[in-house]
């Protein structure tokens, strides 16, 4: 059977500023889309993390179909209204257009979508992560999908050995999509030479170059790009199908053993480790750190399993605490240096408004005062 995955995701409000959204809000979200879905969708499922609540979805309509993003934009603006009574902090903040327009890429919220012939077994991954952005994927996957230091199957498996195609999007390019396709094994170093600069160039899919087949779709929405200013970070999802040609579950985790420091953190200006958590984590230290959750699925039929959340397990409480002392350690340097973005990816006006003030009071000396 031919089924599509939707997963779409909004930080529509949470307590006690960013922190994790609330109970009455997600049952809110959880009823508008069992009830509207119904004869619609086949399955889904709820998750959150740090603030930002996704939806999964599975159906048969296909990639970008109206109806089923609609689903989604209204069960965050029926979220909404719960999360304004409420008085939650940020209530609607990254729906970002009043009405809804066919899509909800390029509304506000992140997009991950991915069509295919469900295998016999059909085993995926949904990540989604807070207070960082969508190229905060590029190393795990570049890990996982093109380097045998992680993937094993690149030398053990036939299937998986025959490399990946990536196709990397440039999202500074606002006028439409600049795209890039790139194979591995042997534009590796190209790739990586992308992949480096996690805010300009962001893996949009990867494909098997055995079959075909789609193994990754994942976000590439930049809200400043759309909202015109910051109006929050843009906290990424992403779908994942593991084994048989593509990695193994395991090889697709393990580059998150590195917590690799990425951009986001307090205020979305600031440089940070991405810990791996337990779905429905909220965030507390310097809103913060940045954090990613993973829930295994296997689907049939369009029916999807219970979850099983991929990072509840004691070997990443230890790495958990390892990302504890790489936070700790770079925000202890507050706004010195690399702790705190650069110019171009700052998230606030405030530092270009006193630049621009301090500008005028400097003077170049003349050489006869020396
Ligand atoms: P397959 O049976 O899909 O090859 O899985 C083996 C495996 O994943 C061991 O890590
Ligand atoms: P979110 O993008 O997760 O809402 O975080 C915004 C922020 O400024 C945190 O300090
Ligand atoms: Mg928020
Ligand atoms: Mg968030």
Known sequence: MKVTLTAIKADVGSIGGHLKPSLPLLQEIERTVAEKGEGLIIDHALTYTGDDIAILMSHERGLDDPSVHKLAW???????????????????????????????KGLGPAVAEMEFEERENEPFLLFTADKTEPGAYNLP???????PMYNAGLILSPA????????????????????????????AYDLVTLLRDNGRFVIESIHSRHNGEIAVS??????????????????????????????????????FQIAHLVSGFMRGSHTGPLM????????????????????AFSIHDGILSKPVDAFDHPFWDWVREKASRKARDI?????????MLGYHDLEYVGITERMNRLEKRFRVRDMDEV
Request: charged residues 25%; glycine residues 12%.
């Open 218 to 255: 994942s976000c590439t929405t930049r809200l400043r790009n759309i909202a015109g200013k910051y109006v929050g970070k843009d906290d990424p999802i992403m779908l994942v199908r593991t084994q048989k040609s593509f990695p193994a579950t395991g090889e697709v985790l393990a580059p």
């Open 141 to 147: 996957l570049y890990l996982a999908f093109a380097d």
């Open 160 to 187: 998986v050995g025959k490399g990946f195609k990536f196709t990397v999007m440039d999202v500074d390019h606002i006028e439409g999509d600049r795209v890039i396709e790139l194979c591995t094994p042997e534009e």
């Open 74 to 104: 209204d069960a965050f603006i029926a979220g909404t209204k719960v999360a304004k009574h409420q008085g939650l902090y940020g209530a609607g903040q990254d729906l970002l257009k009043d009405a809804f327009s066919g899509n909800a």
């Open 331 to 339: 925000r202890e340097q507050g706004f010195s240096g690399p702790a």
């Open 276 to 295: 791996p958590v337990r779905a429905r984590t909220g965030v507390s230290f310097f809103d913060g750190p940045p954090i990613v959750s993973c829930l």
